[in-house]
C-alpha cells in the first residue's frame, strides 16, 4: 500500500492565485520530500521537511509537517503558468533510503 | 551539472521481446533505483541497489530484473516484454547513507515503453 497519499488530484487555479497541496502518510518517517515533474519529463526535488521540523520556506514554496496527523502541505504562493506540473510527495520507509510516492496532484496553472 | 541519463526516451517492442533500459549517473552515488510510474498510481519501485553488484526488490519486481556491474550504471532488463509493462520507467540515483542521511532523489527524463 502506498506511504504517501496527496490530496487534491488535480488542482485548477488562476496565475497569481496560491495553490495548497497536502499530502498524508502512514508510518513514521525522518523526513519528507515534495518532487515537481513537467510533463512526460523526471521528477525534481523540491524541498524536503525534516521529522523534527514543523515548517520550512523556499522561494515562493512552503511546506509543513504535523507528525502527530501524519501530514504534510505545500503551498505554492503567486502562482504561474510555469508552476503547471504534478507533484509528488515522498517518504522513505523504516528510516531507510527507500522512497515511496503517492499518486501526485495535477496543478494547472491557467494565465 | 550533475546528471542522470536514460539511455532512451522512447521505445516501442513487441511482445515476447527482451529489453534493456540503461541509466547512467555521474554523481558518485551509491544508491540507483528503477521505478515505472502509470497514471492514478503514481511511482512504484521496481528494484534498487545500494552498491556495485547488489539489488533488492522493490514494491513489483515480477517480470523484471536488474544489474549493476559499475557504480554509475543500474540497468533495466525485461526478460521477455509483455503489453503490461507498455509504461513510463524512471531511474534516480542518491547518496549513500552514510553520506547523506536524507536520501534525496536525483531522476533522469524518463523512457517510455510501449509493448505491441
Known amino acids: 500500500s502506498q506511504q504517501g497519499e496527496e490530496d487534491p488530484q488535480a488542482l485548477s487555479i488562476q496565475e497569481g492565485e496560491n495553490a495548497t497541496m497536502n499530502c498524508s502518510y502512514k508510518t513514521s518517517i525522518n523526513n519528507l520530500q515534495w518532487y515537481r515533474q513537467n510533463s512526460g519529463r523526471g521528477l525534481v526535488h523540491l524541498i524536503l521537511?525534516?521529522?523534527?521540523?514543523r515548517e520550512k520556506h523556499s522561494g515562493r514554496l512552503r511546506v509543513t509537517l504535523d507528525t502527530s496527523k501524519k501530514s504534510s502541505s505545500l503551498l505554492i504562493t503567486a502562482s504561474r503558468a510555469a508552476d503547471t506540473a504534478s507533484y509528488f510527495c515522498a517518504t522513505a520507509r523504516n528510516y531507510g533510503q527507500n522512497f515511496v510516492f503517492g499518486p501526485g496532484t495535477r496543478l494547472s496553472v491557467l494565465p | 551539472d550533475v546528471k542522470v541519463t536514460q539511455s532512451s526516451r522512447y521505445l516501442v517492442k513487441r511482445t515476447g521481446e527482451k529489453v534493456f533500459l540503461e541509466c547512467v549517473q555521474d554523481?558518485?552515488?551509491?544508491?540507483m533505483f528503477w521505478y515505472r510510474q502509470d497514471p492514478g498510481l503514481g511511482l512504484r519501485l521496481i528494484y534498487f541497489s545500494y552498491d556495485v553488484k547488489m539489488k533488492e526488490k522493490g514494491d513489483i519486481p515480477e517480470g523484471y530484473s536488474v544489474s549493476r556491474e559499475k557504480k554509475e550504471r543500474f540497468s533495466l532488463i525485461l526478460e521477455s516484454a509483455s503489453t503490461n509493462q507498455t509504461s513510463m520507467y524512471l531511474c534516480a540515483s542518491s547518496l549513500g547513507w552514510d553520506r547523506d542521511f536524507t536520501g534525496e532523489l536525483f531522476f533522469g527524463e524518463g523512457s517510455r515503453l510501449t509493448v505491441l
Open positions: 521537511i525534516r521529522s523534527n521540523e
Open positions: 554523481m558518485d552515488h551509491e544508491n
